[in-house]
């Protein structure tokens, strides 16, 4: 039976791929799920032996932990250097997900003063 052994939801593609090259290149058989049309089933890598699935989690908590320590470096570098990133190079790397939060944002305080208004005028 398969079991469970990395979870994709939240995960960057480029973290996907780099797990995916880790288990192949180890020699692990597995398979993977989407998370369907409306993003409410498991997205995730699954271990077709369940034999395979302590060896395969160690080697990817070895990867996480070293990636973690990447990371972290990566940002403090960008922080010393003044990098940090503006509204500016986010609407750049993802102008979608700016427009709807501000869209969202403003639909949320719409209703919340929407009774207000509804007083006012009686």
Do not use: C, H
Request: glycine share 4%; no cysteine; aromatic share 12%.
């Amino acid at each position: 039976m398969a079991v469970l052994v990395f979870r994709l939801n939240g995960v960057s593609e480029q973290e996907a791929d780099e797990v995916r090259d880790l288990l192949t290149t180890e020699g692990f058989e597995f398979y993977e799920t989407s998370a369907g049309r409306w993003r409410i089933s498991v997205a995730a890598i699954w271990l077709v032996n369940d034999d395979d699935y302590t060896a395969a989690r160690e080697r990817i908590d070895e990867y996480q932990k070293q990636r973690q320590i990447e990371q972290r470096a990566a940002v403090r570098q960008a922080m010393e250097e003044g990098r940090a990133p503006s509204w500016k190079d986010r609407w750049r790397d993802e102008p979608a997900t700016l427009i709807l939060v501000w869209v969202g944002l403003a639909v949320v305080v719409a209703i919340s003063i929407w009774p207000f208004f509804n007083w006012i005028r009686s």
